[in-house]
């Protein structure tokens, strides 16, 4: 292919390289601050050796992330020396410039304005008409078939371990047209699947009072159900991420029933033990909450409820430990990430009792590990048999004539409606019909292990 700027002057295009840390919405402000650059003719390089001006985005939520940040600018720094840093480790910058002061520029989360200014100043954009076109979507870290939906920044929560809000703020949303433009773009542009992310996907709108703001001749209020169902009618999946839970997330199961939204809930549970669960400010009534799954599973039988845990938080005794594996027992989740808890600098967690030794925080990991572990495999072990819709996220290509899965048979990963990306399991798929990435099939479930399924393609 031509190299088109090779052909245009003399003057070389600015190319910044980019190191994305972090969770999902740290993405998402990835794909705006490259976004912008591209728009403004900016490249991006592949290595920070063949860039101008390397950018970081950090993550500061635990201080392993911490570490992480500052041996990405670290090695940032060795390989190019023009290092500007944003995102959550922006917040505080003293860590930062005490261990490098020759970054040039350090921005918090959030300020796309600040870091691209920093950029400018650093290496300032050549005016070029050809770079600066964009598609219109902008431009998506993720594959082509899927992309985060940012819906709101910070939180109003005080978990008692968690500095996102001192270092992103309070809840603000974005009123729920803009965010339905953005989805209607996205979906134009080859998205399949959309994943609504936030600090508090179910807290969406109460800053803004639920304003309504105009949308297709009519309006839709900026509530969490209204967003929800307006999403649904787009024609992608739509999949909720962090949803806090508060009562009104009961609302949303009928369109999961329906088939509008997605049938998968991410909710944090974190705890079980109503002691720890009041140490960490989180909602203590988890007896409530088993009968609240119940209730969601009556609803919606297909749904997929994933969650995350902390073990080893300061205080938690043997007994409130026990107390989890028998919750978890009862409310027989299908999907659980859990965590060690690491004291946090500046959370308050640390304050709040004795931390827990860091071999029975291991020893408890691992037995929590193991009783999940089951019941996971068992509510997999659910769908076989089963037909599923699996959109399809990479192929493999034929077997050839040697092969076990025989030849002319398309190999391929994909997820049911049941599976988040990067976080959930995949379904190994065999097609007789050749399969391309973002495609939606039906396949039959012929097996299960651990994590994953096991199909052959049966429609489309
Ligand atoms: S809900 Fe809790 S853990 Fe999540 S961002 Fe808000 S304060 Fe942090």
């Known amino acids: 292919m031509e190299n088109r700027h090779s052909t245009r002057g003399t003057a070389r295009v600015p190319r910044v390289s980019f190191v994305s840390l972090g969770c999902p919405k740290a993405l998402v402000d990835s794909e705006r601050i490259i976004t912008r650059l591209r728009a403004e003719g900016y490249e991006l390089a592949r290595s920070h050796a063949g860039a101008d001006l390397a950018v970081v985005n950090t993550c500061g939520f635990l201080d392993s992330a911490q570490a992480e940040s500052l041996a990405a600018i670290g090695q940032a720094l060795n390989e190019n020396g023009k290092v500007i840093v944003t995102g959550c480790m922006g917040a505080e910058p003293e860590k930062i410039t005490a261990r490098y002061p020759g970054v040039l520029a350090i921005t918090g989360p959030q300020q796309y304005e600040s870091v691209v200014a920093a950029v400018h100043r650093a290496l300032p954009p050549r005016h070029d008409p050809f770079v600066d076109l964009l598609p219109p979507e902008g431009i998506k870290l993720t594959p082509r078939h899927y992309a985060y939906l940012k819906i709101s920044e910070g939180c109003n929560n005080r978990c008692s371990f968690c500095i996102i809000p001192k270092l992103r703020g309070d809840l603000v949303s974005r009123p729920a047209a803009d965010v339905l433009r953005e989805a209607e773009r996205l979906i134009a542009a080859g998205v399949k699947e959309l994943l609504v992310i936030s600090q508090d996907t179910s807290a969406y709108g109460i800053d803004l009072k639920y304003a309504p703001s105009a949308w297709k001749g009519g309006e839709v209020r900026a509530k969490f159900l209204d967003l929800a169902r307006a999403l649904g009618e787009l024609g992608a999946w739509v999949r909720l991420h962090y949803v806090y839970p508060y009562p009104h997330v009961d609302e949303v199961i009928p369109l999961m029933a329906e088939g509008k939204v997605l049938p998968y809930l991410d909710v944090p549970f974190q705890h079980a033990a109503p002691a720890v669960l009041r140490r960490m400010k989180r909602p203590a009534a988890q007896e409530k909450t088993l009968q609240r799954i119940a209730r969601w599973r009556d609803i919606c039988p297909d749904l997929t409820i994933r969650s995350t845990f902390i073990v080893g938080f300061p205080g938690e ?43 029975v925080k291991e020893e408890r990991w691992h037995r929590f590990m193991g009783r999940q572990q089951a019941i996971s495999a068992g509510r997999l072990r659910r769908r076989v048999g089963t037909r599923q819709q699996v959109i399809i996220d990479q192929v493999h290509g034929s077997g050839g004539k040697s092969d076990p899965v025989g030849a002319g048979t398309t190999v391929a990963k994909g997820r049911t409606r049941g599976d988040a990306p990067q976080i959930d399991g995949v379904v190994h798929v065999a097609s007789r019909r050749p399969l391309r990435r973002g495609e939606i099939a039906t396949v039959r479930i012929e097996r299960a292990d651990e994590y994953d399924l096991h199909g052959t393609v049966v429609g489309f």
């Open 317 to 359: 005794s043997e007994e409130d430990f026990r107390r989890l594996l028998d919750w978890l027992d009862e409310a027989e989740l299908d999907r659980v990430g859990c965590f060690r808890y690491e004291p946090v600098a500046g959370a308050l967690a640390n304050e709040l009792a004795a931390a827990v030794p860091d071999a």
